[in-house]
């Protein structure tokens, strides 16, 4: 019996394994098993891989991402030279072998196989070395340590050998397994990117990902928390002796990246930025001026046009191919929502302001030149704050030179804002005023909230409360001059609840209203120091039954209802801070962590699930009303 080393693949004919890289100087690695398969059996070609992501063509050796403009290299090998790791010495590189090298290396090989067999004469017989096409080269039959190696060895005396191995050998792709025991896709999430993305995808940059990279982790990192609630509710359902809950559908996550046509069209205005910028600390000048950028043009109607058109075409573009690689979407109840970051969420509202009734005088604004107007929030900045008609000059829309000739191609079942600025913008563009006017002019009389809706399903703007760039909405809804303003809700998901750092926080701060509140009186103070010392020692000792605490936060409070939120009531929703957590420190990171957030991560599995409604939320206000009026009473 001859033992061989480097035969991953024993069978007669190796299976060939396809690989991609972006660039020539990185590493190969292998496509999911089941693209391989695809390619190797279909009659068509190119073919459909990546559950629709991408489209790879053997015959030009490139695969395509089919839902942004971005390309690889593709290719196949069924022999692999291997060679170490520059970097990691235990790590194995296998680099494929040109077919007709490999060609004529499994000729050796299974010339070898028959020699050593009952019908040859052994190894030695046979010719042990062939010259492959690559001339300073030829592959040979060696034996070492009492075992057989196919081996590459140069022809010459400088060129280094490489060992060969026949198969890829045993592989696991992060998220492979995980994907492939979902179900179908049911809902698609189009992602748009804030400031500063033309520097985050620039190679260089390494301190932080690109757009696209974040939105592949975001859907790895959903599909396993899918899976895992799902198995935890098949485990309780089985010791209940339920039937098993039905697997949970694919989220589809999409980035829309738009900085490329901002800064590809103001080339010129980019030369004289360069141009003025001083040469001095120039990795932090860099920065501002890719950041700041952003920010600035999109303030100027015909940039903001530029962006709007760009992320609306894409949009139409995508979701043509989504519906052809994925057929019976629509008729299978499939959904589509929105999500913006940062900016992002400036554009997000601002299309859905596009699909809003054209009836409204107060929504998008054309102007006059494209870049000066006397309508909108440019002449509300210079009225009189005082005056009613100030309703007349503000906007909750864009400016634009002229209208867009296209809109998003469905109404958003939901749409998120992520450490959003919107209420900076609403604020700019004078859209108090205007909806104070709604309020007022309801169709009951006035109201306690703005009846300003937007087409999508539900609104959900969700930030960190120590982010630098975030903004609340829901103020801009009620009267101006309100002093009693609502908290933002505490974000919490389905079968969880605020955590029980912040509701012993929120206790011990009610004690101290308590005692503040009842100096005037001692016995008042004992009693309310008894009531309340009480209720913190039960509650603390509580398990926190999450549909009992439910539903005694519904009976004991009125929350606000806007109607911008849809099915949901509410519409700023505030992480909840860890137990230790500096403010300054956290607005270092909180900006940039929504996509790594586990809290962000499960409402937005809530939300394409549809476990997340007016009825059902499991939402928590922060300082509650109810807390206060109790700490008032006592």
């Known amino acids: 019996m001859v033992n061989w080393s480097g035969i991953e693949?024993?069978?007669?004919?190796?299976?060939?394994?396809?690989?991609?890289?972006?660039?020539?100087?990185?590493?190969?690695?292998?496509?999911?098993?089941?693209?391989?398969?695809?390619?190797?059996?279909?009659?068509?070609?190119?073919?459909?891989?990546?559950?629709?992501?991408?489209?790879?063509?053997?015959?030009?050796?490139?695969?395509?991402?089919?839902?942004?403009?971005?390309e690889m290299f593709l290719t196949s090998g069924t022999w692999f030279m291997r060679t170490e790791d520059e970097n990691d010495k235990n790590r194995v590189q296998l680099i494929p072998m040109e077919e007709r090298d490999a060609q004529v290396v499994e000729q050796l090989y299974q010339n070898a196989i028959y020699a050593a067999s009952t019908y040859g004469n052994g190894i030695k017989s046979i010719d042990q070395s062939l010259p492959l096409f690559d001339e300073k080269y030829r592959v040979e039959v060696q034996q070492q340590s009492g075992q057989y190696v196919m081996r590459k060895v140069p022809t010459g005396w400088f060129a280094r050998s490489y060992d060969l191995q026949r198969g890829y050998g045993a592989y696991k792709l992060e998220?492979?397994?995980?994907?492939?025991?979902?179900?179908?896709?049911?809902?698609?999430?189009?992602?748009?990117?804030?400031?500063g993305e033309a520097m985050f995808s620039k190679e260089d940059?390494?301190?932080?990902?690109?757009?696209?990279?974040?939105?592949?982790?975001?859907?790895?990192?959903?599909?396993k928390r899918q899976l895992a609630a799902w198995k935890k509710s098949c485990e309780a359902a089985k010791k209940q002796k339920q039937p098993e809950p039905p697997v949970p559908s694919r989220v589809e996550i999409i980035p829309i990246v738009w900085y490329d046509r901002i800064h590809s069209s103001?080339?010129?205005?980019m030369k004289s930025l360069n141009a003025i910028t001083l040469r001095t600390i120039p990795a932090l000048r860099e920065i501002a001026n890719d950041v700041i950028f952003d920010v600035l043009m999109y303030l100027t109607p015909n940039f903001c046009y530029e962006v709007l058109e760009c992320v609306t075409d894409q949009i139409i573009s995508i979701y043509e191919v989504f519906k052809k690689n994925n057929p019976g979407f629509l008729e299978n109840g499939g959904k589509c929502s929105l999500t913006g970051h940062s900016l992002g969420s400036v554009i997000c509202w601002d299309l859905l302001a596009q699909k809003a009734p054209k009836n409204d005088d107060n929504g998008v604004h054309i102007t006059k030149d494209g870049f000066s107007s006397d309508v909108g929030y440019q002449k509300y900045a210079g009225s009189d704050m005082k005056k009613k008609e100030n309703a007349d000059f503000g906007s909750w829309g864009p400016s634009l030179p002229k209208p867009l000739d296209k809109t998003l191609p469905f109404e958003p079942d939901f749409t998120l804002f992520l450490g959003s600025p919107v209420g900076l913008f609403l604020t700019l563009r004078g859209a108090h005023p205007v909806f104070d006017q709604m309020r007022q002019n309801g169709e009951d009389g006035p109201s306690t909230t703005s009846s300003f809706t937007l087409p999508s399903g539900s609104i959900h703007n969700v930030f960190h409360p120590s982010d630098p760039v975030a903004y609340r909405i829901e103020p801009l809804l009620l009267a101006p001059g309100t002093e009693d303003l609502p908290s933002p809700m505490y974000l919490t998901c389905?079968?969880?609840?605020?955590?029980?750092?912040?509701?012993?926080?929120?206790?011990?701060?009610?004690?101290?209203?308590?005692?503040?509140?009842?100096?005037?009186?001692?016995?008042?103070?004992?009693?309310?120091?008894?009531?309340?010392?009480?209720?913190?020692?039960?509650?603390l000792d509580e398990r926190h039954d999450e549909a009992e605490e439910t539903k005694d936060e519904e009976n004991d409070s009125a929350p606000l209802k806007f109607p911008l939120g849809g099915k949901s009531d509410r519409v700023d929703f505030q992480l909840q801070p860890n137990l230790i957590d500096s403010?300054?420190?956290?607005?270092?990171?909180?900006?940039a962590g929504y996509w790594t957030n586990t809290d962000v991560i499960d409402y937005m599995i809530d939300l394409t699930s549809n476990t997340v409604s007016r009825n059902e939320e499991k939402l928590v206000m922060a300082n509650s009303r109810t807390d206060q009026s109790k700490s008032k009473s006592d």
């Not at 011990?508 to 913190?536: C, D, I, R």
């Open 266 to 269: 103001s080339s010129e205005l």
């Open 205 to 223: 940059v390494r301190f932080t990902l690109s757009m696209r990279e974040e939105m592949t982790n975001l859907r790895l990192t959903m599909q």
């Open 583 to 591: 403010e300054y420190l956290s607005a270092v990171l909180a900006h």
């Open 9 to 70: 693949d024993v069978e007669a004919v190796p299976t060939r394994i396809w690989l991609c890289r972006d660039k020539e100087t990185s590493d190969w690695q292998p496509l999911r098993k089941k693209d391989c398969r695809a390619l190797n059996e279909s009659p068509d070609k190119p073919v459909v891989i990546d559950n629709g992501r991408a489209t790879a063509d053997p015959e030009f050796g490139r695969i395509r991402f089919n839902y942004f403009s971005s």
């Open 494 to 539: 389905q079968g969880q609840g605020v955590r029980f750092h912040i509701k012993a926080r929120q206790l011990s701060g009610n004690l101290l209203k308590s005692m503040e509140g009842t100096k005037k009186s001692v016995n008042s103070f004992v009693s309310g120091l008894k009531v309340q010392a009480a209720s913190m020692l039960q509650q």
């Open 175 to 195: 998220g492979e397994e995980e994907e492939a025991q979902l179900g179908p896709v049911k809902h698609v999430i189009f992602v748009v990117h804030g400031i």
